[in-house]
């Protein structure tokens, strides 16, 4: 059963604290994405990665981190710096980078405690 | 870089009656226009794309129409149904190998 997965579906944040989310995906993909959703805001792109080993950064990547150690893994770190970091948070793949279609996994929601 | 507008930000419909949703984007060099349909707390969904070799693409109640001259795109859902209910996104890519979205548009089909 081939697709993407995101755990956990939600996570609490205690003030201070690192969070990482998981993103999986058996797809064969090279490109992998995460976006951030609020209400009203559309998808805004966080970091994303066309190749294993590197990874660039989107519109709003300050507070978070990546690695993509693995080419089906490209887990994403809430790190403390991240004042406001309760929204939705979407992983996606694509074959390639670019003009290709994206498919996204179920999602994370992050709350803060 | 890209940046794509979407409009209406929210459209109520009769069940039956037809929806309209248009996206502009700035970027003449973008060739490929996907949509997507995200229900409530669902990533989103792929539901039809084109790209710019034609200028309209149909799936059974859904179309995509694409004016590179204008540098619009519209989705067109006709026949509604309650189960269309959900929020609507576009995108196009940028010059930086991803994909830029639009803010997305709340469809509600009213039965």
């Known amino acids: 059963d081939g697709g993407i997965t995101q755990s956990p579906k939600y996570l609490f944040r205690k003030e201070g604290q690192n969070v990482t989310l998981s993103c999986e995906q058996n797809l064969n993909h090279d490109a992998m994405y995460w976006y951030r959703q609020d209400p009203g805001q559309g998808l805004r792109l966080i970091y994303y990665?066309?190749?294993?080993?590197?990874?660039q950064k989107g519109d709003i990547a300050e507070g978070y981190s990546v690695s993509r150690e693995k080419k089906e893994s490209f887990p994403l770190t809430v790190t403390s710096a991240q004042k406001n970091p309760t929204a939705f948070y979407l992983c996606?793949?694509?074959?390639?980078?670019?003009?290709?279609?994206?498919?996204f996994g179920p999602g994370t929601r992050l709350l803060v405690l | 870089g890209e940046n794509v507008e979407q409009h209406p930000s929210t459209l109520s419909v009769q069940e039956g009656d037809s929806a309209v949703i248009k996206c502009t984007y700035s970027d003449s060099a973008s060739n490929y226009f996907p949509w997507y349909k995200q229900e409530l707390g669902k990533g989103p969904q792929l539901i039809i794309d084109i790209r710019s070799n034609v200028g309209e693409k149909k799936d059974q109640r859904i179309a995509v129409t694409l004016n590179k001259t204008a540098k619009h795109f519209s989705l067109h859902i006709t026949e509604t149904q309650p189960e269309d209910s959900a929020v609507y996104f576009c995108a196009a890519p940028t010059g930086a190998n991803n994909l830029f979205f639009g803010t997305g548009t709340r469809l509600t089909v009213i039965p």
């Open positions: 996606a793949s694509s074959i390639v980078g670019g003009e290709e279609t994206q498919y």
């Open positions: 990665s066309q190749i294993v080993n590197d990874f």
